[in-house]
């Protein structure tokens, strides 16, 4: 009955409480958000969180953040050779996040409902299950993070029936997301999103500018490789400034430097400035939400806030000019994400026909039904005659936007009539994209094809994608019968599930 939201800068752990309301638990320093922070000292103990932050000032090189957006990645997070990918810095963060968990409750951590990016991909995605795997934790449902802001908002009877905007800006990811409310029925109609815009480039907006007065005073820039501990007190400084921007006209930063003290003053018109660019990405990405639902913004009920980031007053502001909203923040912003995946582990259990239960005590089980849908389209690269070249493109199977679970079918020419083997890609990018814009997820070989006199289309290519928007793929060749399935696994590569047959 675990809800995890393993955030780019935080986490959070939740757990829904004998009343039936999520609660968020607190680690082992008695902080409701553990930072997704690891150091590794040179013996190989690890530190997470807050005291992995103070090593990693003192010693950069074995210090890991903001890995989440790495994950998929298989390369070593340090530079020194020894390999330490973001898969093993995920584990590490969730195995303290465990201990934490069942310390605090004195519940153990064998299931939960784990929350990620809307626009993940699949790599992405894979990575992150195995990073639980390792922990023993088996994952319910991989939950995108504006449908879990959805359910904890499920809580609020007055939103029965509506359409929401749940505009989620987090520390390292954009998402948005239009969800239809009818009753306990959630329908996700569409999600957009921006997968490196975060609260980090706000930060960084604010960092900039101190880091160009320090660098008038002293003659020297600091960079966080060579002079962490200028940036110990820094960061906090930075964080605690966007805050205060929002209410003050202006805001003295201090940075320590060399043994001087500079004092940037910035003003909330600069701040404002700085960061327009990066709130105009995120409202072009929720324009493009509304369209691809095929709504109009004044068909839009209700505007959520999700993100720590989403709480600046500026972007509240632009917001609410550009849709007409009021912004809703009934939900800590911060917390909304973990609630959510608390509730919606209870309510995956309740779907398995099993009760969530603290001390014998049945914790109820809120009746929620969503339908989620794909965030990329899925397809298969194909050679394109344009004029006098070739080019090799994405033929979309699945698009984006598709209600989930789902199976699609498409039927394809070979390349030559003497063809006799054939390699189908699977791609996870946009309709017509080049192949190498693409995410290859897998791919399928049929070999000792019979040649053909005429070419037809025969070919079958069927993508089906599960619940955790995880592909599964089927190749048949209509003509001879052979046929190969399989499923990407990013661990142990292509899984064959079944050996090519003729007729």
């Not at 790495?70 to 201990?99: N, W």
């Not at 609410?320 to 259990?349: F, N, Q, S, W």
């Amino acid at each position: 009955m675990y809800g995890f939201d393993i955030g780019t800068t935080q986490c959070k752990v939740s757990y829904v409480d004998r009343s039936g309301n999520p609660v968020i638990v607190s680690n082992a320093r008695g902080e409701q958000t553990t930072p997704s922070a690891v150091y590794v000292d040179a013996g190989g103990d690890i530190q997470i969180g807050s005291d992995a932050r103070e090593q990693g000032v003192v010693d950069p090189s074995r210090y890991a953040s903001n890995f989440k957006l790495k994950l998929g990645c298989t390369e070593s997070l340090f530079g020194d050779g020894e390999a330490f990918t973001p898969t093993d810095a995920t584990a590490a963060l969730i195995a303290a996040l465990k201990r934490d968990a069942e310390k605090a409750t004195g519940i153990q951590v064998t299931e939960a409902v784990v929350t990620c990016p809307a626009n993940f991909r699949d790599d992405a995605k894979q990575a992150l299950l195995e990073a639980f795997e390792r922990n023993g934790i088996k994952v319910l449902r991989l939950v995108p993070e504006p449908t879990a802001a959805g359910y904890a908002y499920a809580l609020d009877r007055g939103g029965s029936n509506s359409t929401n905007l749940i505009y989620d800006f987090g520390g390292g990811t954009f998402d948005v997301s239009i969800i239809r409310r009818e009753g306990n029925q959630f329908t996700v109609l569409s999600t957009e999103g921006v997968p490196t815009l975060g609260g980090n480039d706000i930060s960084g907006c604010v960092e900039s500018r101190v880091l160009d007065e320090v660098e008038s005073k002293c003659g020297r820039r600091p960079c966080r490789e060579r002079d962490g501990l200028a940036f110990l007190d820094l960061d906090q400084r930075v964080e605690a400034a966007k805050v205060s921007l929002g209410k003050q006209h202006q805001v003295p930063i201090i940075a320590s430097f060399e043994g001087q003290q500079v004092i940037a003053k910035i003003t909330q018109v600069e701040f404002h400035k700085s960061i327009d660019q990066l709130i105009c990405q995120s409202i072009e990405a929720t324009d493009r939400a509304i369209a691809a639902a095929g709504l109009t913004v004044d068909q839009i009920d209700r505007l959520v806030m999700v993100g720590g980031t989403s709480r600046l007053p500026h972007i509240q502001e632009r917001l609410a000019d550009h849709t007409g909203l009021v912004p809703r923040t009934d939900i800590d912003p911060d917390k909304a994400i973990a609630y959510g995946a608390a509730l919606a582990c209870v309510a995956e259990m309740g779907k398995d026909g099993r009760t969530a239960t603290i001390n014998g005590q049945v914790i109820p089980a809120p009746e929620l039904f969503v339908q989620e849908i794909t965030a990329h389209s899925v397809g298969c690269s194909a050679l394109i005659q344009q004029g006098p070249k070739q080019r090799l493109l994405n033929a979309v199977i699945i698009p984006k936007n598709t209600a989930i679970p789902c199976q699609r079918t498409d039927h394809f020419y070979l390349e030559s009539e003497e063809q006799t083997r054939a390699k189908v890609e699977i791609l996870q990018g946009e309709e017509r994209a080049d192949r190498d814009e693409c995410l290859v997820i897998g791919e399928i070989i049929l070999d000792n094809l019979p040649t053909e006199t005429v070419k037809s289309q025969r070919i079958c290519v069927q993508y089906t994608i599960d619940a955790n928007g995880m592909v599964t793929a089927t190749a048949t060749d209509k003509v001879s019968g052979t046929s190969r399935t399989v499923s990407v696994d990013y661990k142990k590569g292509i899984q064959q599930r079944h050996q090519p047959t003729a007729a």
